[in-house]
C-alpha cells in the first residue's frame, strides 16, 4: 500500500561550511517502515543549499568552498544587496546556482546512497543560523 511521510529537520549551523544529515535523515526513513519509495528534501532558504557529496575526505569540501569563493567572492562591488553584510549576496548567488532540493531512492529501507556520498546542508552565511529542511516520503 502506498504510503506518505513528512517530518522536518533543523540544522544549527555555526557559519558557514558543510554540516552533514545523512544519519539524522537515514534514521528517520528506517524508522518510518517505508522499505521502496523516493524521498525529497527541500531547504527553506535562500542563502544555503543542499548537496549530495563525498563524506570520506573533508579536503572535497575544502576545495569547493575555495572554489566558490574565487567565483562569487564577499564584498564583490557588483552587489547591491548588503542590507545583512558583505557575504549577503554572494550567499544568495551560491545558493542560486546550487541545490536546494534533493530526490534519492530509498531502497530496501535505506537511502540509496553511493559508498562515499553524504547528506550536506552548506551553509553560504558566515553567521551562525537555525535552518529547515522539509521531508517528504512516498513509498510502500
Do not use: C, K
Not at 10 to 15: D, K, L, Q
Not at 122 to 127: I, M, P, T, V
Amino acid at each position: 500500500m502506498l504510503r506518505q511521510g513528512t517530518h522536518e529537520f533543523e540544522v544549527s549551523t555555526r557559519g558557514r561550511g558543510f554540516y552533514e544529515l545523512s544519519r539524522p535523515v537515514s534514521a528517520w526513513v528506517r524508522e518510518s517502515g517505508i522499505t521502496t519509495g523516493l524521498l525529497t528534501l527541500h531547504l527553506r532558504h535562500t542563502s544555503a543549499s543542499l548537496l549530495i557529496q563525498e563524506n570520506a575526505d573533508p579536503t572535497v569540501r575544502q576545495d569547493l568552498e575555495r572554489f566558490f569563493s574565487r567565483l562569487v567572492p564577499d564584498g564583490d562591488p557588483l552587489f547591491r544587496h548588503t542590507s545583512e553584510g558583505p557575504d549577503d549576496m554572494p550567499a544568495h548567488v551560491r545558493a542560486a546556482i546550487t541545490p536546494v532540493n534533493l530526490s534519492l531512492p530509498i531502497i530496501a529501507s535505506e537511502l540509496a546512497l553511493g559508498t562515499w556520498q553524504g547528506i550536506y546542508l552548506w551553509e553560504h552565511r558566515h553567521q551562525p543560523h537555525s535552518r529547515r529542511v522539509a521531508a517528504h516520503f512516498i513509498g510502500e
